[in-house]
C-alpha cells in the first residue's frame, strides 16, 4: 500500500525564519515519484516539484531547498528566509510508476507572520 | 495551450438533492483525469480516476460517482447528497501518464445542509 504522512498539522514561524515540512512515503514499489504542491489561500494547487526515485541529489530553486532521502523514505521541504506570502497549505504526493493516480499527505499549513 | 475549466466554484445543496459537477480540459487528447475532495484534516483524497473514455477507477466507495462522456470532459455526481459530502472538490488532468505532474483546475466549494 502506499502512504503519505506529514505530522505536521500546522506551523507558525515569524517573517525570515527558516522552516522544514517534514514528509515520510510508504511505497513497496522500486520505481516512485515524489511531488510538494502548494495550496494558497485562493485553493488552487500550485506544482513545486517532482522527484524520482532514483535521483536522491538535494534540489535547491531559489529560497525552496528539497531532500530525499531513501533510506528514512522522507522527502523534506525546507524554507529558507520565509515571507508572509509562503503562506499557505503544503502537501506531499507519490505516485508509483505502475499506477496512474498520486496519493497526497493530508497536509502542513504553514504561517508566516510579519 | 492546456487549460483545465471546473464548475460551479461554489454551490449550497441541500441533503438529499443530486449533485453534478463538470471539468473540461482544453489543448490536450486522451489526458488522465482525476477528482479530488479535499475535507478538513484529511487533506486530498482520491475519489476517482479516468485514463480513457469510459474507464473510470473509483477508489474510495461512496455516495459518489462519475463519469466520462468525451474524452476532455469529467463529470462527477450523486443521486442523493449527504452532509458528509461537503468539501471542496478539485479536479485535475495529467497530459500524458507516468509521471507527469497533475494540473489542478480552481476546486468547487459545495456545501450540503
Known amino acids: 500500500a502506499q502512504k503519505v504522512t506529514q505530522a505536521q498539522t500546522e506551523i507558525s514561524v515569524v517573517e525570515k525564519e527558516d522552516v522544514t515540512l517534514d514528509c515520510v512515503y510508504e511505497t513497496r514499489d522500486t520505481t516512485y515519484y515524489l511531488f510538494w504542491y502548494k495550496q494558497p489561500p485562493s485553493g488552487e494547487l500550485v506544482f513545486l516539484i517532482r522527484r524520482n526515485s532514483f535521483d536522491e541529489q538535494n534540489e535547491i530553486s531559489g529560497r525552496y531547498s528539497w531532500n530525499f532521502q531513501k533510506s528514512t523514505s522522507s522527502f523534506n521541504f525546507t524554507i529558507t528566509a520565509s515571507q508572509v506570502v509562503d503562506s499557505a497549505v503544503y502537501f506531499c504526493a507519490l505516485e508509483s510508476y505502475n499506477t496512474d493516480k498520486l496519493i497526497f499527505g493530508t497536509g502542513t499549513r504553514l504561517q508566516v507572520f510579519p | 495551450s492546456q487549460t483545465i475549466h471546473q464548475w460551479p466554484a461554489t454551490l449550497v445543496q441541500p441533503v438529499g438533492s443530486p449533485l453534478s459537477l463538470e471539468c473540461t480540459v482544453e489543448g490536450t487528447s486522451n489526458p488522465n483525469l482525476y477528482w479530488y475532495r479535499q475535507a478538513a484534516g484529511r487533506g486530498l483524497q482520491l475519489l476517482f480516476y479516468?485514463?480513457?473514455?469510459?474507464?473510470i477507477s473509483s477508489e474510495v466507495p461512496q455516495n459518489l460517482s462519475a463519469s466520462r462522456p468525451q474524452d476532455r470532459q469529467f463529470i462527477l455526481s450523486s443521486k442523493k447528497l449527504l452532509l458528509s459530502d461537503s468539501g471542496f472538490y478539485l479536479c485535475?488532468?495529467?497530459?500524458?501518464?507516468?509521471?507527469?505532474?497533475?494540473?489542478f483546475g480552481s476546486g468547487t466549494q459545495l456545501s450540503v445542509l
Open positions: 485535475a488532468y495529467k497530459p500524458d501518464r507516468h509521471n507527469e505532474k497533475l494540473f
Open positions: 479516468s485514463v480513457g473514455i469510459g474507464q
